[in-house]
């Protein structure tokens, strides 16, 4: 049997693949290069790996296949040009991606953690699907590919920031967000591994400062991402600003409450790079006073954290409502008026479902609707 059988390798980590490579008789060098085919050329069809010897390529058969995710259908917003990337994954079950065009010309893609999401909260479209499972960091990893690919077939280069590279690489996205479905705390070890993937300079080598991870609040876990991975941006998805209202919205408040967050973030330790923002959906009547506003402003400032305020995206079937345009505009400048830093967001995607709160998968006895985060 080889020395590969049933590992995963396009889900570890360059330090880990050399180790494994190392381990089972092969020079170290030989990881680099695997690696380089995977994650610079994202080449996924070993035998175009032609610079691997035929005994290695022997070897690396025996490992678990490298995730492959097909293409669905990718929608394109007529709105603001967003694409929605739904994705089916080896096994059958669906994910969903989404690039975004940004100011400036960048890009930023939202990336999916799981299939499906537990933690139920109430307003988001994801929550209606029953958990399926955890992404491989592979997987995670390969939703990145599939647009640097697309991308670069489309032509989209930015010569400017991805300068030096060429190939798939040259068309990677500026920005990454881990808001789309699941909880990417909740899968924990896979994220760590995609993020080492992604932040590696022999890889993809985005900077950590242009990747976001977003949390209902696992507060238990944000230390040990941020011990492996300090410069992250984080976000926490707030959305209330007293416990009764959270613990109705999002259950994982009953564990872990306001106060428990807003503390795990003031201890971590500082970062000239790392930025905090609390994402806020705004629902009509549920969160939106002035009190709510007050309060919000007052959490923010405690953790020097950026809010984005987000008008409720309505899915099918949701049981909440969007403010109205001057009650979100009131909002906002309620909390400015009290010292801390908003932004009124739409979400973009809205037309092809691929907002915030909305995705939900389109596989088969998924919610009606669509991505979340
Ligand atoms: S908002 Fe995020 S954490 Fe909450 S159910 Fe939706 S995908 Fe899961």
Redesign the pocket.
């Known amino acids: 049997m080889s020395a590969f059988a049933n590992l995963d390798l396009a889900s570890m980590p360059l330090p880990v693949l050399r180790e494994t490579f190392v381990g089972a008789g092969f020079k170290k060098f030989r990881a680099d290069q695997l690696f380089r085919w995977l994650h610079v050329q994202m080449e996924r069809d070993l035998d175009a790996m032609s610079d691997l010897p035929k005994r290695l390529r022997a070897a690396v058969s025996e490992a678990l296949p490298f995730p492959k995710l097909t293409v669905v259908h990718a929608p394109v917003s007529a709105i603001d040009g967003s694409q929605k990337l739904v994705l089916a994954c080896a096994d059958g079950q669906v994910i969903e991606s989404v690039v975004m065009p940004m100011a400036g010309g960048w890009t930023t893609q939202c990336l999916s953690s799981?299939v499906?999401?537990?933690?139920?909260?109430d307003?988001?479209?994801?929550?209606r699907i029953r958990v399926r499972r955890d992404l491989t960091a592979g997987e995670i990893v390969e939703q990145v590919a599939i647009a640097c690919r697309m991308r670069a077939a489309e032509g989209k280069v930015r010569g400017g920031v991805s300068g030096g590279v060429s190939g798939p690489l040259a068309a990677r996205p500026q920005n990454l967000v881990f808001?789309?479905?699941?909880?990417p705390l909740?899968n924990f070890t896979a994220l760590v591994d995609a993020i080492s993937i992604l932040t590696d300079a022999k890889g993809f080598g985005f900077s950590p400062r242009r990747i976001t991870v977003?949390?209902?609040g696992l507060a238990k876990r944000v230390p040990g991402l941020i011990a492996v991975h300090p410069n992250l941006h984080l976000a926490w998805?707030l959305t209330a600003t007293t416990d009764e209202v959270r613990d109705r919205l999002?259950p994982?408040n009953r564990g872990v409450p306001i106060r428990r967050m807003v503390e795990v973030l003031e201890a971590l330790p500082p970062s000239h790079h790392r930025k905090i923002t609390f994402e806020y959906?705004l629902l009509k009547g549920v969160n939106d006073s002035d009190a709510d506003a007050e309060r919000l402003a007052d959490m923010a400032l405690a953790v020097d954290a950026h809010i984005n305020a987000i008008p409720f995206n309505v899915w099918p079937g949701a049981p909440y409502e969007r403010p109205s345009r001057n009650r979100v505009r009131a909002f906002a400048d309620r909390v400015s008026r009290f010292g801390a830093s908003i932004s009124l967001r739409e979400s973009k995607g809205q037309d092809i479902g691929a907002a915030?709160?909305q995705?939900a998968g389109e596989q088969e006895g998924a919610a009606d609707s669509a991505?979340?985060?």
């Open positions: 799981q499906g999401c537990k933690m139920g909260c307003f988001c479209a994801t929550s808001m789309g479905m699941g909880e909740d977003s949390t209902v998805s999002m994982v959906a915030c709160g995705l991505p979340a985060g």
